[in-house]
């Protein structure tokens, strides 16, 4: 279904933070919202008994990630940690071509598209096969063949470690200097022009990239207004390292609140041991948190020490499980099961909603252009049927609570992205 050039008429929409009834949205020729309630296009489209609500957007993927299902090892002692479950992984790219990666995140992004996501960040830091950083555009490629809106994170990878220990095979395929990867982010940057593309930044972590070039590529991010993006304390191993190689009780998060202004530009992602009193330093700067609540509960990783003032956003990372309204009801789940409480962080299904896309796209700096139902912005956006048995008696009042606590994949109907339905 393509709704460019016409008029959608929807029973409920999700706009300006509350259910609105009898909706109709307007999208020009080029899927932008141009009237909202305004007789603007003759042609017409009734979603007579459906709910409308913004496209999610998934802040956190590792694409290829997903071709490990079925290898979990859980429960078993061959990857009983999440570093042994990294050995693994590494075995998936060891021969990595440019179509196996195409085919890899093709089939991976049209499973997200299914699952109501419309705009995904991938954290791409496997470049190379047989020439330097010649994986990248088969990543772009295979987002724009299967429709969906991408946030590419280029992400620098320099070492194996804060000691610079010997490099495993396989991480060859990731390192890069620091000027060789700014000279093909700035040819990337040139090349692309596709309206679905836009490219961002990531340093993968702070073992894998030192703190003086963290420091300058997120400040490369500000000066071009970008998102910057960095893998965060989520093994208690980093901050351990990180300590015995600077000889101080400093962990990855001082260092950087310490050394960099941090702003609405910088993403932690998993944050999942970072002190709670530095998780409320990121909120006081407006940094933004993603969180990737089934992922690290399937690596076994912990719970983040969140606050209600924190910007925090949703990802899909690892891929073995797409359901992005699983990954909101577990972001709830895990922290009323850590807090003992109903109550955490005022994280309420509407909250729930509001991370899952108007915050994910703020940390993908896509503010402009996505996350919520606006003259202005694309139409990006999922639609549930009214219809299934699991909205039966909701009422106005009751459809998100409902939609993020009790529904799933099987209830969305329709998924545009740009005023076209992409879901097969």
């Known amino acids: 279904m393509n709704i460019r050039g016409k008029t959608v008429h929807v029973k409920y929409a999700w706009i300006g933070g509350k259910i609105e009834e009898n909706v109709s949205l307007s999208v020009d020729e080029s899927g932008k919202i141009v009237g909202i ?27 290829f990630h997903r071709h490990l299902r079925g290898r979990s090892e859980i429960g078993k002692s061959a990857a009983d ?19 196996k990666i195409y085919q890899y995140c093709l ?16 954290f791409h830091y496997v ?46 395929r990731f390192i890069a ?3 060789d990867f700014i000279g093909n982010l700035e040819k990337l940057r040139r090349d692309q022009n596709h309206p679905r593309v836009q490219i961002g930044v990531a340093a993968h972590s702070a073992r894998a990239v030192p703190f003086d070039n963290i420091k300058r590529l997120f400040e490369f991010a500000t000066g071009q207004k970008i998102p910057f993006h960095i893998h965060l304390e989520e093994q208690p191993k980093e901050i351990m390292d990180c300590q015995k190689w600077i000889g101080q009780k400093q962990g990855p998060s001082d260092i950087l609140l310490s050394e960099m202004h941090l702003n609405e ?33 399937y690596l076994g990783d ?3 020490r969140i606050n209600e003032n924190l910007k925090i956003s949703f990802g899909t990372d690892c891929n073995n499980r797409i359901c992005f309204l699983e990954e909101m ?14 109550s955490v962080c005022g994280l309420s299904p509407e909250k729930l909603l509001q991370c899952a896309t108007i915050d994910g796209a703020r940390a993908l700096s896509l503010s402009s252009s996505a996350g919520s139902l606006e003259i202005g912005k694309y139409f990006d956006a999922v639609s549930f049927s009214l219809d299934s048995p699991l909205f039966a008696n909701s009422l106005a009042d009751t459809l998100i609570d409902s939609l993020v606590l009790s529904a799933g994949n099987r209830e969305i109907s329709h998924v545009f992205v740009s005023g076209v339905d992409r879901k097969t």
């Open 265 to 297: 530009y910088f993403t932690a992602v998993h944050a999942t041991f970072t002190p709670a009193q530095n998780m409320i330093q990121f909120a006081k700067l407006g940094a933004n948190v993603s969180i990737c609540p089934c992922t690290e509960g």
């Open 37 to 63: 309630n305004q007789k603007i296009f003759e042609e017409n489209v009734h979603l007579t008994n459906h709910l409308v609500v913004p496209g999610f957007v998934n802040t956190h993927s590792h694409a």
């Open 329 to 342: 009801r577990w972001a709830c789940f895990s922290q009323q099961m850590l807090n003992n409480s109903r």
């Open 177 to 179: 200097s620091y000027e």
């Open 107 to 122: 089939s991976t992004f049209k499973e997200m598209i299914n699952a109501g996501i419309t705009s995904v960040g991938e």
């Open 81 to 99: 940690t999440f570093w042994k479950w990294r050995d693994n992984m590494y075995g998936l790219v060891a021969e990595v071509t440019k179509d």
């Open 127 to 172: 470049h190379h096969s047989e020439q330097k950083f010649d994986l990248d555009q088969s990543v772009i490629q295979a987002a724009i063949d299967s429709g969906i809106r991408i946030v590419l994170l280029q992400t620098l990878y320099e070492r194996a470690g804060f000691d610079s220990p010997p490099v495993h095979p396989v991480q060859e």
């Open 302 to 304: 912990g719970i983040p």
